[in-house]
C-alpha cells in the first residue's frame, strides 16, 4: 500500500523558511509525478508545485513562484519543498501527492491518487 508522510511544518515569522519534506512507500517512487498542495482554513485545496517522475518538469503557482521550490530525491523516495520569504497568505495545511500513471502529473488535484494526511504551515506577520 502507498503511504505519503510530510513533515517539517511549523509555526514561523513572515520572511521566514521552512523546508516540508514528504516520505513514500509502498511503491517505487520513480514511477510517480508527485506534487505539493495546500488548504487554507475555509478555502479549497490549492495547486502549490509539481513534479514529473525524473524531476526534469517542475512547475509552481505564480503565487509561490521565484519563493517555494520543489525538488525530488528518487534514492530516498523524498520530494521537498523549500519555502522562502514566507508570507502569512501561506498559512494553510500543506499535502504531498502522488499520480502513478503520468510522467507529470500538473496542477490539476484530480490528478493525484495518493495523498498524505497533510503538514500544518503557520506563518505570523
Known amino acids: 500500500q502507498v503511504q505519503l508522510v510530510e513533515s517539517g511544518g511549523g509555526l514561523v515569522q513572515a520572511g521566514g523558511s521552512l523546508r516540508l519534506s514528504c516520505v513514500t512507500s509502498?511503491?517505487?517512487?520513480?514511477?510517480?509525478?508527485m506534487a505539493w498542495f495546500r488548504q487554507a482554513p475555509g478555502k479549497g485545496r490549492e495547486f502549490v508545485a509539481a513534479?514529473?517522475?525524473?524531476?526534469?518538469?517542475?512547475s509552481h503557482a505564480d503565487s509561490v513562484k521565484g519563493r517555494f521550490a520543489i525538488s525530488r530525491d528518487n534514492t530516498k523516495n523524498t520530494v521537498n519543498l523549500q519555502m522562502n520569504s514566507l508570507k502569512p497568505e501561506d498559512t494553510a495545511v500543506y499535502y504531498c501527492?502522488?499520480?502513478?500513471?503520468?510522467?507529470?502529473?500538473?496542477?490539476?488535484?484530480?490528478?493525484?491518487?495518493?495523498w498524505g494526511q497533510g503538514t500544518q504551515v503557520t506563518v505570523s506577520s
Open positions: 501527492a502522488a499520480a502513478r500513471d503520468k510522467n507529470y502529473g500538473g496542477t490539476v488535484s484530480g490528478n493525484y491518487y495518493y
Open positions: 509502498g511503491h517505487t517512487f520513480g514511477d510517480y509525478a
Open positions: 513534479i514529473s517522475r525524473s524531476g526534469t518538469i517542475r
